[in-house]
């Protein structure tokens, strides 16, 4: 048994035999059937990567309103790569509460990038997607920021899939079998600010609102600044996420779930308002939104179903999954 509704788990021993895999596919299995949230140490991320990262976000979200303003995303933009103002989103996937949100929106800045947004993004998508998920990335116009972002970016898909291999292990699967699904993935990086509230906010307004991720799972980097990520439990009891230094916290998103025919669960979760006593005080974190190769069909694992346990799901294309979920919420 594991410990807590969002356990420590330390990876350190992943590849160090078939023994160790094993012990850790089985952890993971029983962490994703109950809360589908832990906080992973040991992964093997170097502190530079994220420091570099860390930096360069917060001298991007300290720029003049204009000059973040320059790189807004744009409306046609699938993936909402750039920048988004305080308010102009919100989180929520969920259909019935999409207009609510954006009555009600989030008190945060974020700006994305996605690997599609490189010089070589088209070349991964399939004939018949649409061309503007090849929309180039925005960068600002500060040193070292791109580079910084890239190498992060490059670190998450070198984690994300030594996760998905630890994924296939904990499903019976061969411990390739997500590979040939994830090898053109088109992962949102996305920074997150959250500013200090010197008004309070609008009652029942959070920094990010109550939602599940989209993807098949989330890497976060998060700091230690106050007013932090919540998980709702089985009865319904909001818990704090830990924060423990240099670890990442990583989730199931709705395609995960959908993909293990609701064996492993999507949690909703949400980002309060510091304290008021605390709420001078800015915080930051930055997911990375791991979502398969467009053409990947996600279809009933074929460890998840049996006699007793059909598939629940139609099968889907990872790519116009994810589309129509942009196109849903931020689609006017």
Not at 259 to 273: A, D, F, L, M, Y
Request: net charge negative; glycine share 8%; charged share 25%.
């Amino acid at each position: 048994m594991v410990e807590g509704y969002v356990p420590v788990i330390d990876l350190s021993s992943a590849r160090s035999s078939a023994e160790a895999d094993r012990r850790l596919g089985a952890v993971i299995d029983e962490v994703c059937r109950t809360s589908g949230f832990l906080v992973i140490v040991g992964h093997g991320v170097p502190r530079d990567a994220i420091s570099d990262m860390y930096r360069a976000t917060r001298e991007f979200f300290a720029l003049p309103a204009e000059d973040k303003a320059k790189l807004l995303a744009a409306p046609e933009d699938p993936l909402m790569r750039g920048f988004g103002r305080k308010g102009s989103l919100a989180a929520s996937n969920r259909d019935a509460e999409v207009e609510h949100e954006r009555k009600l929106p989030d008190v945060s800045e974020t700006f994305t990038i996605n690997r599609l947004g490189e010089p070589d993004g088209a070349d991964r998508l399939p004939a018949d997607a649409d061309p503007a998920l090849a929309t180039p990335n925005q960068w600002p116009e500060l040193p070292g920021f791109a580079e910084a972002y890239r190498g992060y970016y490059a670190a998450m898909e070198t984690l994300a899939g030594d996760i998905m291999r630890l994924f296939a292990l904990a499903l019976d699967l061969p411990e390739d079998w997500f590979e040939d699904k994830i090898d053109r993935h088109m992962t949102n990086l996305t920074a997150n600010y959250y500013p200090r509230q010197i008004e309070p906010p609008a009652p029942g307004q959070l920094r990010k609102g109550v939602h599940s991720d989209w993807g098949s799972l989330t890497i976060l980097y998060q700091d230690d600044g106050p007013g932090g990520l919540q998980v709702q439990d089985k009865n319904g009891e909001w818990l704090d996420v830990p924060y423990i230094e240099g670890s990442f916290v990583v989730n199931i998103g709705d395609l995960m779930a959908i993909w293990t025919n609701n064996r492993w669960v999507s949690t909703v979760h949400r980002v309060v308002n510091p304290p008021r006593e605390l709420a001078d005080m800015e915080r930051y974190s930055v997911p990375f939104f791991h979502q398969p190769s467009y053409d990947a069909l996600i279809e009933c694992i074929p460890t998840c179903t049996g006699p007793d346990n059909p598939p629940r799901h139609a099968s889907v294309r990872s790519g116009d999954y994810i589309v129509g979920k942009f196109s849903r919420a931020y689609g006017g």
